[in-house]
């Protein structure tokens, strides 16, 4: 079976006649076109949309990012839209690359972005390539053994005999002896995890440097059998100091195993598919980059649920979430983030701006804020967004700013001008001090 990969990007049109193919526009077998209409028809019944059909002869892709492999061997790169000029695919996956690690809080060894510019490869690779060398490193710290209790019948005495066991020997069998001893195996949770997210890249990787190391850590692993339940053993993962060096490789297994993904293809077919809407991946890129940025006596509360819109029958009802709460002090700040490009000299159009979400944060601003206080809409910096927009007024008392949020810097800009406790240089000491709040 032979495998293509095509890079597009987010809401991209993809067809089986033969074009031009660009970033906004591709080809696709149309054994592949069809299975991502069996796709998206199962993501409508979750209330997702991944593709739109459009005149039965193309595809628009809607704001996923990730990686789809489909049954045929087509390998599907989905990108972040958001570059508009210069080498946007490299760019592209370098930004999906950074968001993810961020807003998923896995582990890297390297210090900067050196790791992203070196290993210029899709997605699915880059995880896998970062998994093998976890495993690597662990490799040489040394994987963990336990003794572990086998009782059996031997015609040799080893370790204890079963003397109960033993006593109830039939005549015949008098010269086998029941035994229990112990044996150092490295049959361990943790140990079948790594391994059955090891055999997954071995059989998925088309990188010859990861193929090259992912099978000399398999030669490593023959002694360990793949796990028959995951979720039992990622429950059963040991946290204790003596199994501290595993815990770097362990979102990496999760994530190759499909057990940490905000949105992963599972069914019949056991491909590479991972998965991402780009709205929520944004908002946790923001929440991983404020958090490093307020105050250790700051907190931020992802997704708070503490107030109602309104009361019925003495009960509440339609419960208010914004994306991010921040509390310092007595003082608190609701912000929302929208994965959406304005246009700042676009006045007529109010800048791209939703009369929805106004409304949306108003009502934020009237149950978390008791109608006093400063609202924040975020969204990505571009060409045409650079700066804040002058602040929107509810009344005397409630304001609303729009910022944009510069992907690059990891930093919220003209955050000065408003009364948000975030500081444009933080430690390192206190960024570990601080601890997000909420869930």
């Known amino acids: 079976m032979s495998q293509a990969t095509i890079t597009v990007r987010e809401y991209a049109r993809l067809t089986t006649e033969t074009i031009d193919s660009s970033l906004d526009r591709a080809q696709v077998p149309s054994t592949a076109f069809d299975w991502l209409c069996k796709l998206s028809s199962s993501f409508s019944k979750s209330g997702a949309a991944l593709v739109h059909v459009e005149d039965r002869r193309w595809l628009c892709l809607d704001n996923f990012v990730g990686v789809l492999e489909t049954p045929c061997g087509t390998r599907l790169e989905i990108l972040p839209k958001h570059f508009e000029s210069g080498d946007c695919v490299s760019e592209s996956r370098r930004l999906l690359r950074r968001m993810i690690q961020a807003a998923l809080d896995l582990p890297s060894r390297e210090v900067g972005d050196a790791d992203l510019e070196l290993f210029d490869a899709p997605l699915s690779e880059w995880i896998m390539h970062r998994f093998l060398q976890a495993l690597d490193h662990l490799v040489k710290r040394g994987v963990r053994f336990d003794y572990q209790r086998i009782e059996e019948e031997q015609r040799f005495l080893r370790g204890q005999m079963d003397i109960v066991k033993q006593m109830r020997q039939p005549p015949g069998r008098a010269h ?37 190391l992912a099978n000399e850590l398999r030669s490593l692993f023959l002694e360990v059998q793949v796990s028959s339940n995951i979720t039992q053993d990622l429950r059963q993962w040991s946290n204790n100091r003596l199994m501290s060096h595993y815990q770097s490789v362990k979102p990496w297994c999760e994530l190759i195993l499909k057990k940490q993904m905000p949105l992963a293809v599972a069914g019949e077919w ?25 105050p250790y006596d700051a907190k931020l509360t992802t997704h708070a649920a503490s107030e109602y819109l309104c009361t019925h029958n003495g009960g509440q009802i339609f419960r208010l979430e914004p994306d991010l709460l921040i509390q310092h002090g007595q003082e608190r700040w609701v912000l929302d983030t929208k994965w959406k490009r304005l246009d700042a000299a676009d006045r007529d159009n109010k800048y791209g701006l939703s009369q929805g979400d106004f409304y949306q944060l108003f009502a934020y601003g009237k149950k978390y804020l008791k109608g006093k206080g400063e609202l924040v809409l975020i969204y990505p910096r571009r060409m045409a967004f650079k700066k804040a927009l002058e602040p929107f007024e509810f009344d005397g008392e409630m304001r609303l700013w729009v910022l944009p949020f510069d992907l690059e810097a990891k930093s919220l800009v003209d955050h000065e001008a408003t009364t948000l406790p975030i500081s444009s240089h933080i430690t390192e000491e206190e960024s570990v001090n601080y601890r997000e709040v909420g869930t």
């Open 270 to 294: 056991q491909g590479v598919s991972l998965l991402f809407p780009m709205e929520k991946l944004f908002e946790r890129y923001v929440a991983a980059t404020l958090r490093r940025a307020l």
């Open 176 to 212: 086998i002896f029941n035994i229990r001893h112990d044996v150092f195996l490295p049959d361990r949770p943790e140990n079948r995890l790594l391994k059955s997210a090891l055999e997954q890249v071995c059989t998925s990787t088309k990188e010859p440097e990861n193929w090259r």
